[in-house]
C-alpha cells in the first residue's frame, strides 16, 4: 500500500504562482510514476502531468505546458506540482495519484492510489 499526502493549495490571484507538494509513503518501491489531475465542480477529473517515479520523463496535458512544471525529490519521496500564471480556470480540486505501471497515464484508471485532494482557487 502507499498512502499519498498533498499539501500547498490555496487563493491566490490570477497571474500568480502556487507549488502543490505530495508526499508517498508505505511501498514507494513498487511505483512507475507519479501524476497530477485535477476536478473543477461538475467536471471531470483531468489529466495534468505526470513524471516517472526515477524522475527520467515528464509528460503534460497539452493545455498545461508551459505553464506548469512536475517535477520529484525521491530522497524526500515527494513530488510538485509548479503552477505559474494561474487563471481562473485552473480553479478545482487538485489530486496527486501513484501508479505501478505506465499505462493509460493520462487517464484516471491508470493510477492505484490518490491523494485527499487540495482545494486551489485562482481569483480575477
Do not use: H
Amino acid at each position: 500500500q502507499v498512502q499519498l499526502v498533498e499539501s500547498g493549495g490555496g487563493l491566490v490571484q490570477a497571474g500568480n504562482s502556487l507549488r502543490l507538494s505530495c508526499v508517498a509513503s508505505g511501498r514507494t518501491s513498487s511505483l512507475a510514476a507519479m501524476g497530477w489531475f485535477r476536478q473543477a465542480p461538475g467536471k471531470e477529473r483531468e489529466f495534468v502531468g505526470r513524471i516517472r517515479w526515477s524522475g527520467a520523463t515528464t509528460l503534460y496535458a497539452d493545455s498545461m505546458k508551459g505553464r506548469f512544471t512536475i517535477s520529484i525529490d525521491n530522497a524526500k519521496n515527494t513530488v510538485y506540482l509548479q503552477m505559474n500564471s494561474l487563471r481562473p480556470e485552473d480553479t478545482a480540486v487538485y489530486y496527486c495519484a501513484a501508479a505501478v505501471g505506465y499505462d493509460d497515464y493520462d487517464r484516471p484508471r491508470g493510477y492505484d492510489y490518490w491523494g485527499q485532494g487540495t482545494q486551489v482557487t485562482a481569483s480575477s
